[in-house]
């Protein structure tokens, strides 16, 4: 397979990469890792006339971390970066494990956070922790720049809120508040060389044993990531019993819309949406009575 022809553009700053994105219009694409774009291009699914590289912007390559502020994930950070990051592992342990289990290490050092995002697969590994720990998306375009949570962000498979004249610059998510916890899970029909057939992601926010706040995030089983709104709620006031973690279990699966493709059936997918919010939730309560 070969890629079709375009003009290659390197840009050094944002600005420079704005411009060109207004510029060349609906014909360019922004290119970050490639190891979505240039396979969907050999492919011939996409045919731009112009792709405009974020590598050469030195700006969008940064991990920030300020304890009292939050982490700010640079938008071209590679996967292995955010997976490796020691601030991340510690404070954010299940972002850095999300990003660990993207794909596998070739793939994860070409590849980065803003890409997974930007590219809207509902099966996107990084995309339900960083929405369930109210992760936001910073943007920029002619007109300035704006924040987005992330929870607004994905509008459909492969349809994001980005303007056309918008580029993501980062991922930004708060200090975890204190007694919280979070978690990832998430299982593949072939291991490492596949994409999650389902995921799950989930912050819970405790105060002594009972839970104050708890945002679950399903991946992989309906258009875009999903909040479990009504499992949320379920958990949230509640001390979690062996019983009532059983019952969110099942609740998750009522919220799930999966359907079946060569990755998994409807019906596999709902079983494992129990199993995954289950072992997601515990993990999070495990990792919230030690903060
Ligand atoms: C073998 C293989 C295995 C994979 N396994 C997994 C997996 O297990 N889990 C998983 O989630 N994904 C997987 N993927 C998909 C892919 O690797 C990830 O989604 C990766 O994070 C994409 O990042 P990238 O930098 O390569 O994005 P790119 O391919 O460069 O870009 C993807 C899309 O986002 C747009 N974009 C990129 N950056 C920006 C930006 N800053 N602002 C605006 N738009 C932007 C691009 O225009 C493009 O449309 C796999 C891919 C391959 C080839």
Redesign the pocket.
Same mark, same amino acid.
């Given at each position: 397979m070969r890629l079709p022809k375009f003009d290659y553009f390197a840009p050094q700053t944002l600005e420079e990469a704005l411009r060109l994105l207004t510029e060349k219009g609906e014909g360019a694409? /922004? *290119?970050? =890792?490639?190891? #979505? /774009? $240039?396979?969907?291009m050999k492919a011939g699914l &996409?045919k731009p006339q112009a792709i405009i590289a &974020?590598e050469g912007i030195e700006a &969008?390559k940064a991990i920030r971390y300020q304890p009292k502020v939050g982490l700010t994930i640079g938008?071209?950070a590679? &996967?292995s970066e955010v997976a490796d990051h020691p601030d991340i592992k510690k404070h954010y342990p299940a972002v850095a494990y999300a990003a660990l !289990?993207?794909?596998?290490v070739?793939?994860?050092n070409?590849?980065?956070? =803003? =890409?997974? /995002?930007?590219?809207?697969?509902p +099966?996107? #590994?990084?995309?339900p922790t960083l929405i369930a720990m109210k992760g936001e998306a910073l $943007?920029a375009g002619p007109k300035g720049e704006r924040r987005l949570p992330l929870d607004q962000f994905f509008k459909g498979p492969?349809l994001?809120a *980005?303007a056309p004249d !918008?580029?993501?610059?980062g991922i930004f998510v708060p200090i975890p508040p204190p007694h919280s916890g979070t978690a990832y899970q998430h299982v +593949?029909a072939r291991g490492?060389? #596949?994409?999650?057939a389902v995921c799950v992601g989930v912050m819970a926010i405790f105060d002594g044993e009972t839970c104050r706040e708890a945002r679950i995030v399903l991946g992989a089983v309906g258009p875009i990531p999903l909040r479990a709104k009504k499992t949320e709620g379920l958990v949230q006031g509640q001390q979690w019993t062996p019983e009532l973690i059983e019952k969110a279990g099942k609740q998750a699966v009522e919220e799930a819309k999966p359907i079946s493709d060569v990755r998994a059936s409807a019906a596999y997918r709902k079983m494992m949406v129990a199993v995954l919010t289950r072992r997601a939730l515990l993990e999070a309560q495990k990792r919230a009575r030690k903060r």
């Open positions: 694409r /922004l *290119l970050a =890792g490639g190891t #979505d /774009l $240039l396979i969907r &996409l &974020l &969008l938008a071209t590679k &996967l !289990e993207t794909a596998n070739q793939i994860r070409m590849g980065t956070v =803003g =890409g997974n /995002l930007c590219n809207a697969a +099966s996107a #590994d990084n995309a $943007l492969r994001t *980005l !918008e580029i993501m610059t +593949s490492k060389v #596949d994409i999650a």
